[in-house]
């Protein structure tokens, strides 16, 4: 059973930084970072491939978040810069046996999330 661990989660106000991990127990092809704010349907924020050539970004997050992992640590970040009021939402690690891909619908295994708030 595949069990993932988000931490890093956080208040932090506007322009600052967070960065978040996801340590996997087993083994995994693609790992990505989901949000979901309250009161909103869950979205699609980054995602890496096993050996991290593949990257996608959501335009949102594009040029601010940086995915990235460590196979060896079996585990996925994903560094947030210049936070703003609109990132505050629960973030969720999630894994799948194949390329990475934006959809929630495409991941096998997700993480409890972690919560990240932004004050302005």
């Known amino acids: 059973q595949v069990q993932l661990a988000e931490s890093g989660g956080g208040p932090v106000q506007a322009g600052g930084s967070l960065r978040l991990s996801c340590a996997a127990s087993?083994?995994?092809?693609?790992m990505a970072w989901f949000r979901q704010a309250s009161g909103k349907e869950r979205e699609f924020v980054a995602a890496?491939?096993?050996?991290?050539?593949?990257?996608y970004y959501a335009d949102s997050v594009k040029d601010r978040f940086t995915i990235s992992r460590d196979n060896a640590q079996m585990t996925a970040y994903l560094l947030m810069n210049n936070l703003k009021s609109e990132d505050t939402a629960v973030y969720y690690c999630?894994?799948?046996?194949?390329?990475?891909?934006?959809?929630?619908?495409?991941?096998?295994?997700w993480g409890q999330g972690t919560q990240v708030t932004v004050s302005s």
């Open positions: 087993g083994r995994y092809f693609s």
């Open positions: 890496i491939g096993w050996n991290s050539i593949l990257i």
């Open positions: 999630a894994l799948r046996r194949w390329g990475p891909s934006r959809s929630t619908n495409d991941y096998d295994y």
